[in-house]
């Protein structure tokens, strides 16, 4: 059974920095792997999309990158700003979607 | 694009009374649709996976007979919570996965999510 972990549980950075939150899955045998936030009390918004056969995939100030073999991803966030408050979720996708715990993150104005 | 909506969004109703949430694709058609179950400050746990036309698989430890998942069609999965408690109070998320032209083919989408508050 598919077991995802993400590190750290919870990240409070000032603004403007530039941070990066782990993901690790435990069977490499995927189809992708999906990065989302989630606002408090609020549904998912997707926010990068890493299928099985790619590196990585960048949308604006964010960067997610895939390591299937070692079972990792990361995603990076640059120039971190208050709006980026939320809780990041890292997904796999094998015959069904399997969630971490999540990395809260904090970012002071 | 692809759009997955949830009824209600948010639920309160008294212990023992059953609670019917709705998932649609709105512009897509899904021959499988996910339910999850978040609780507060936790992540989303896979409940059940269904298949048009076929019965749910649930995941072990959901309660097949609580939790009624009925996929009658391409655009609509159903979960029931029968004779719902305090415990049962919690985020329900649906996700679809999509077949057709217009969309990404197997890529999930998910819905809004609906709060559920058993009193």
């Known amino acids: 059974k598919q077991e995802v972990t993400q590190i750290p549980a919870a990240l409070s950075v000032p603004e403007g920095e530039n941070l990066v939150l782990n993901c690790s899955f435990t069977d490499s045998a995927i189809y992708n792997l999906q990065w989302f936030r989630q606002d408090p009390g609020k549904g998912l918004t997707s926010l990068l999309l890493i299928q099985s056969s790619q590196r990585e995939q960048t949308s604006g100030r964010l960067n997610a990158s895939l390591d299937k073999s070692s079972g990792r991803s990361t995603l990076y966030i640059a120039a971190s700003q208050p709006g980026d408050s939320a809780t990041y979720l890292c997904a796999v996708r094998s015959n069904d979607m399997r969630f971490g715990a999540g990395t809260r993150l904090t970012v002071k104005p | 694009g692809a759009v997955v909506s949830q009824h209600p969004s948010r639920v309160i109703c008294k212990s023992g009374t059953s609670v019917k949430i709705e998932c649609r694709s709105l512009?897509?058609?899904?021959?499988?649709m996910f339910w999850y179950r978040q609780f507060p400050k936790q992540s989303l746990m896979l409940m059940a996976t269904?298949?048009?036309?076929?019965?749910?698989?649930?995941e072990q430890g959901v309660e097949k007979d609580k939790f009624l998942i009925n996929h009658a069609s391409l655009t609509l999965s159903t979960l029931t919570v029968t004779s719902a408690h305090p415990e049962d109070s919690s985020f329900y998320i649906c996700s679809a996965r999509a077949f057709g032209l217009a969309v990404l083919t197997d890529t999930q989408y998910f819905g809004p999510g609906t709060r559920l508050t058993v009193l």
């Open positions: 269904s298949n048009e036309g076929s019965k749910a698989t649930y």
């Open positions: 512009d897509f058609q899904a021959t499988t």
